[in-house]
């Protein structure tokens, strides 16, 4: 299967290898993919905390979002880049993390990813209509509770691959 | 030496206790307890993140800080709560251990530094009229709490990288 090929083809790079093989190399991405957890995170949580209305309430959405929204790109970036380095230190593992953790993780990333295009072509669109009143509409709660669940069951499975993978 | 037996005699207690137990003897609970700590640290990060970004003057610019911090303060205490709560139950799992990890005691002296480090100097400034604090005291303040707090998170990464043999701390404790 192609796929499989292309794992360990990964795995046999000169980068797997040195990251499979350094010391240093993987406590320090995954400390900064850990870390990040702030930066991403936790904008995502006070920003969908917004969203329900029990949060930063006295500014408007929009401006909340504006605020938000390099921060919460950069940190993306760095959790999405620290992300796939860690994965190309043992990509056979990973994949195959039983329970399959990794394939959950990923799936619901998509899933929160599909949430924010929803938000951003239906509801966000309209946000200047809603943003100055004290109750944020439903669809708005909803992306929210979405948003809000995906994250932390994605921070979950997270944590857990580091349990299914095999001991170093 | 006082401190020292004071603080191992705790951490056995800890061992021993109830929870420490049960945590430890449960495949699930740890885990559970972790996530806790992680939610946490996403919120309890990203609030301080936002106070210090705001007074770098990097983000927030259009509000006052002292109306973001009281916006934020709520999230910030009740994270804190969590983070201690929830890190506290971990270490019970393996207090004695934790006593000999160096990871975990720098961690420790972060925590105490960046916590008197908040609650008061940073609290000082984060709530001052802005138009009364000096520029450069201000990016003080900011870089001196992200530097404190980074070294709670760093440690805490930490921890889990550094092994240290039980044994070799309790061995001291043995009569």
């Not at chain 1, 093989?21 to 995170?41: C, M, N, Q, R």
């Not at chain 1, 593992?93 to 953790?101: K, R």
């Amino acid at each position: 299967m192609w796929f499989e090929n292309f794992l360990q083809w990964l795995a046999n790079t000169p980068f797997s290898m040195w990251m499979r093989g350094s010391v240093w190399a993987e406590p320090i991405v995954e400390s900064i993919h850990v870390l990040t957890l702030t930066l991403f995170l936790g904008f995502a949580i006070l920003l969908d905390m917004r969203l329900l209305g029990v949060c930063l309430v006295r500014k408007r959405v929009s401006e909340v979002l504006a605020q938000f929204n390099p921060w919460l790109f950069g940190g993306f970036a760095i959790m999405v880049v620290t992300g796939i380095l860690l994965f190309c230190g043992d990509p056979v593992s990973f994949y195959h993390t039983e329970p399959p953790f990794f394939k959950a993780k990923m799936i619901m990333l998509v899933l929160a990813g599909i949430n924010v295009l929803i938000f951003n072509v239906s509801i966000g669109r309209k946000v200047a209509d809603w943003d100055a009143a004290t109750s944020t509409p439903p669809a708005a709660k909803v992306a929210a509770v979405c948003s809000l669940v995906l994250w932390i069951l994605i921070v979950a499975a997270g944590r857990a691959i580091a349990y299914a993978l095999p001991p170093p | 030496m006082w401190l020292r037996d004071a603080l191992l005699t705790f951490c056995r207690w800890c061992n021993g206790s109830f929870f420490g137990h049960g945590i430890r003897d449960s495949v699930w609970l740890f885990p559970f307890v972790e996530i806790f700590h992680l939610i946490g640290l996403g919120i309890l990060g990203g609030t301080i993140l936002m106070l210090n970004l705001r007074l770098l003057r990097l983000a927030f610019r259009t509000e006052e800080t002292a109306r973001l911090a009281r916006d934020v303060q709520p999230w910030m205490l009740s994270s804190l709560a969590v983070m201690l709560i929830s890190g506290f139950l971990l270490f019970s799992t393996e207090a004695v251990k934790m006593y000999g990890n160096w990871a975990f005691r720098t961690k420790m002296s972060f925590l105490l530094l960046a916590i008197i480090f908040t609650f008061t100097i940073h609290r000082k400034v984060v709530a001052a009229d802005e138009s009364r604090v000096k520029a450069g005291w201000r990016v003080s303040v900011a870089l001196i709490s992200l530097l404190l707090w980074s070294g709670v998170g760093l440690g805490g990464r930490a921890i889990g990288y550094v092994t240290t043999s039980a044994s070799s701390v309790t061995g001291a404790l043995l009569p």
